[in-house]
């Protein structure tokens, strides 16, 4: 068993705080460790990683100490409370490696060059609802928090922007898991992205109190 990363001092009225999902992300790493290590730690360049919504920086931070600690981290999120939180999580847990992460406040990877990300991670906000949120002011409080879990239409508007781009996101090489919960539509959504020509494989499908949550993983052909 792999140590989870302590998170500390994180006002959890601005940033989400570690929930089921984030700890199946956790799990999902371990279960994949051998994979990723095979298939980066071969090549003599270090690959990119990039989480985006980072939130408290609890996968990020597992991931680097556990399971891939050579590698360059370009993480982000929308809500700049939880981009500086990542950065004290990493600082507490592996401060040695904290040089490794950048941080960076933006929407998905809009600000990132195309074709770069070689493990692409996200928990999306996928709670349906009727709409997104705006972004807030910086120093708002709860509206933080919808913006972590509201995903408007099927949970699923702010996912597909990130699976409509995977294309452009990922290197040639590179991988993406995603999280969906079940009123996300999961097998719908594999079967969309098979036909596209990626294979899909589900690493995680666990009951999470009342609901179900999957994470897919998105490799190209
Ligand atoms: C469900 S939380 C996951 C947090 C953390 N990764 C975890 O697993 O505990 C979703 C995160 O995505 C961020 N987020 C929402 N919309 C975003 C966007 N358009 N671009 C970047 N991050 C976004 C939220 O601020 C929030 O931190």
Redesign the pocket.
């Given at each position: 068993m792999l140590p989870t990363p302590i998170i500390k001092d994180i006002d959890y009225d601005k940033?989400?705080?570690?929930?089921e999902?984030?700890f199946y992300?956790l799990d999902c790493f371990e279960d994949q460790q051998q994979y990723l290590e095979n298939k980066f730690t071969k090549n003599d360049k270090l690959p990119i990683i990039t989480?985006?919504?980072?939130?408290?920086?609890?996968?990020?931070t597992f991931i680097l100490q556990n399971i891939l600690p050579n590698a360059i981290y370009i993480t982000?999120?929308?809500?700049p409370n939880?981009c500086l939180t990542v950065k004290s999580t990493i600082k507490y847990n592996c401060k040695e490696k904290a040089y490794l992460v950048d941080s960076t406040q933006?929407?998905?990877t809009?600000s990132i060059r195309n074709n770069i990300i070689d493990l692409l991670?996200?928990?999306?906000?996928?709670v349906p609802a009727s709409d997104?949120p705006k972004i807030p002011q910086m120093d708002a409080d709860k509206t933080?928090l919808d913006?972590?879990?509201l995903g408007g239409e099927d949970g699923m508007i702010?996912t597909w922007?990130v699976l409509n781009n995977l294309e452009n996101i990922l290197s040639n090489d590179g991988v993406a898991y995603i999280?969906f919960c079940a009123r996300n539509k999961p097998d719908q959504v594999a079967d969309i992205m098979r036909n596209k020509g990626w294979k899909v494989d589900v690493i995680i499908n666990e009951k999470a109190g009342w609901e179900v949550l999957s994470i897919l993983r998105f490799n190209r052909h």
């Amino acid at each position: 068993m792999l140590p989870t990363p302590i998170i500390k001092d994180i006002d959890y009225d601005k940033v989400y705080e570690p929930s089921e999902d984030s700890f199946y992300l956790l799990d999902c790493f371990e279960d994949q460790q051998q994979y990723l290590e095979n298939k980066f730690t071969k090549n003599d360049k270090l690959p990119i990683i990039t989480e985006i919504g980072t939130g408290s920086g609890i996968v990020t931070t597992f991931i680097l100490q556990n399971i891939l600690p050579n590698a360059i981290y370009i993480t982000t999120d929308i809500n700049p409370n939880a981009c500086l939180t990542v950065k004290s999580t990493i600082k507490y847990n592996c401060k040695e490696k904290a040089y490794l992460v950048d941080s960076t406040q933006m929407d998905l990877t809009s600000s990132i060059r195309n074709n770069i990300i070689d493990l692409l991670i996200f928990n999306p906000p996928y709670v349906p609802a009727s709409d997104i949120p705006k972004i807030p002011q910086m120093d708002a409080d709860k509206t933080w928090l919808d913006l972590a879990l509201l995903g408007g239409e099927d949970g699923m508007i702010i996912t597909w922007k990130v699976l409509n781009n995977l294309e452009n996101i990922l290197s040639n090489d590179g991988v993406a898991y995603i999280l969906f919960c079940a009123r996300n539509k999961p097998d719908q959504v594999a079967d969309i992205m098979r036909n596209k020509g990626w294979k899909v494989d589900v690493i995680i499908n666990e009951k999470a109190g009342w609901e179900v949550l999957s994470i897919l993983r998105f490799n190209r052909h």
